[in-house]
């Protein structure tokens, strides 16, 4: 079956960076896209860009540009986003979500939690 | 950017009586819509794309219609495992923007 385990929680202090992992099965990694979203508490969703795991190809919300750096290993079907310069605001679960261009994101990791405090 | 706003924000329905939520695009998002539905705690579960398709899993009692601006997701008899926050996404262009939640509550 299809399955998205993401890493585990990260604490941060402003201005360092995190890289949360995000290893597929159960498919073809070089197939479907991955997309990340993050949702701070109690807020709603925010995409945060793509990537397409067979090209490596990716694209990024204007609002994280500079910051978001996404990536993949496809010898072990992981994909990673690092997100830099981390301040308050960045504090949210983290999602990756498999896609397509037909919007089918049908399958989800679990989230990992990204504190970031001094 | 495309913004989605949904309404109402909360919506107070009764087990087993019908639910109807909206979802307005600020420009054209032809039929790439989806809903999502989450519950605490959990990652969202993708319910409906490209309008009105079904996810694979996703019981009839859920249907999709719109296209262009206006959108909405019907649930015909709600159950209580329904009881959630749902969540619109337009992918028609980028970047990819949700809407900000309908929180289906009991009544």
């Known amino acids: 079956q299809v399955q998205l385990v993401q890493s585990g929680a990260e604490v941060k202090k402003p201005g360092a960076s995190v890289k949360v992992s995000c290893k597929a099965s159960g498919y073809t990694f070089t197939s479907y896209d991955i997309n990340w979203v993050r949702q701070a508490t109690g807020q709603g969703l925010e995409w945060m860009g793509w990537m397409n795991p067979n090209s490596g190809n990716t694209g990024y919300a204007q609002k994280f540009q500079g910051r978001v750096t996404m990536t993949r290993n496809t010898s072990i079907s992981t994909a990673y986003m690092e997100l830099s310069s981390l301040r308050s605001e960045d504090t949210a679960v983290y999602y990756c979500?498999?896609?397509?261009?037909?919007?089918?994101?049908?399958?989800w990791g679990q989230g990992t939690l990204v504190t970031v405090s001094s | 950017e495309i913004v989605m706003t949904q309404s109402p924000a909360t919506l107070s329905v009764s087990p087993g009586e019908r639910a109807t939520l909206s979802c307005r695009a600020s420009q054209s998002v032809s039929s790439n819509l989806a809903w999502y539905q989450q519950k605490p705690g959990q990652a969202p579960r993708l319910l409906i794309y490209?309008?009105?398709t079904r996810a694979t899993g996703i019981p009839a009692r859920f249907s999709g219609s719109g296209s262009g601006t206006e959108f909405t997701l019907t649930i015909s008899s709600l159950q209580s495992e329904d009881f959630a926050v749902y969540y619109c996404q337009q992918y028609n262009n980028w970047p990819v923007t949700f809407g900000g939640g309908t929180k289906v509550e009991i009544k």
């Open positions: 979500a498999r896609g397509t261009y037909y919007g089918d994101w049908g399958y």
């Open positions: 490209g309008a009105s």
